[in-house]
């Protein structure tokens, strides 16, 4: 099972400023099948990049994604106050699927 | 407009079974896997596992933490995806999702449903 670590558990950051999650994977995640999501208080999560690099359906520019083999970057360039919230990385390129533990934005 | 809605929900006591259903719309069901993640109260996301779609054999994986008890099937006539849980345990309560597949063997998680809660208690 490919073992996921996201750091920093929390990011406190102001509008307007860039934010940097990191998704770390125990083994190389297959075909950089990794994806992110975000999620917001009782809502279910949002698929905003898949393989590792491209956006979802209606995601804004602000948010890209980097990386292939066991190191993965989410940026956001400029919060907007709605990217406040829980992001998720995920590799499904091998089974079992596995989710890491989180990154929280939360404003400073 | 794509929708997965979950229902099924509610509270179960250890040892005992519960079948969720997802009930897809706005795509063509039959083209796409089906999963299940689950989110203990004030937890991470956890995936259960998945089904593929016919042209794939339909077959399906598990999680660890459910194999043996959970299964995965799908009604294509009726687009909806089930979650049997049989073998209950307290450690099962938590907010069920259901998604649809990049495609139809697995992938990434597009779309998603509200979510109904299981609670797993005596």
């Known amino acids: 099972e490919i073992v996921l670590t996201q750091s920093p558990g929390t990011l406190s950051l102001s509008p307007g400023e860039r934010a940097t999650l990191s998704c770390r994977a125990s083994?190389?995640?297959?075909?950089?099948?990794l994806a992110w999501y975000q999620q917001k208080p009782g809502q279910a999560p949002r698929l905003l990049m898949y393989?590792?690099?491209s956006r979802a359906t209606g995601i804004p520019d602000r948010f890209s994604g980097s990386g292939s083999g066991t190191d993965f970057t989410l940026t956001i360039s400029r919060l907007e106050p709605e990217d406040f919230a829980v992001y998720y990385c995920?590799?499904?390129?091998?089974?079992?699927?596995?989710f890491g533990p989180g990154t929280k934005v939360d404003i400073k | 407009e794509v929708q997965v809605v979950e229902s099924g929900g509610g509270l179960v006591q250890p040892g005992r079974s519960l079948r969720l259903s997802c009930t897809a719309s706005?795509?063509?069901?039959?083209?796409?896997?089906m999963s299940w993640v689950r989110q203990a109260p004030g937890k991470g996301l956890e995936w259960v596992g998945f089904?593929?779609?016919?042209?794939?054999?339909?077959?399906?994986e598990y999680a660890a933490s459910v194999k043996g008890r959970f299964t995965i099937s799908r009604d294509e006539s009726k687009s909806i995806a089930y979650l049997q849980m049989n073998s209950l345990k307290t450690e099962d309560t938590a907010v069920y999702y259901c998604?649809?597949?990049?495609?139809?063997?697995?992938?990434?998680?597009?779309?998603w449903g509200q979510g109904t809660l299981v609670t797993v208690s005596s």
């Open positions: 998604t649809r597949g990049m495609d139809g063997y697995t992938g990434y998680d597009d779309f």
């Open positions: 706005g795509f063509k069901f039959g083209d796409y896997a």
């Open positions: 089904i593929r779609s016919k042209a794939y054999g339909g077959t399906t």
């Open positions: 083994q190389s995640v297959s075909s950089n099948s």
């Open positions: 393989g590792a690099s």
């Open positions: 995920q590799q499904y390129g091998s089974s079992p699927e596995t």
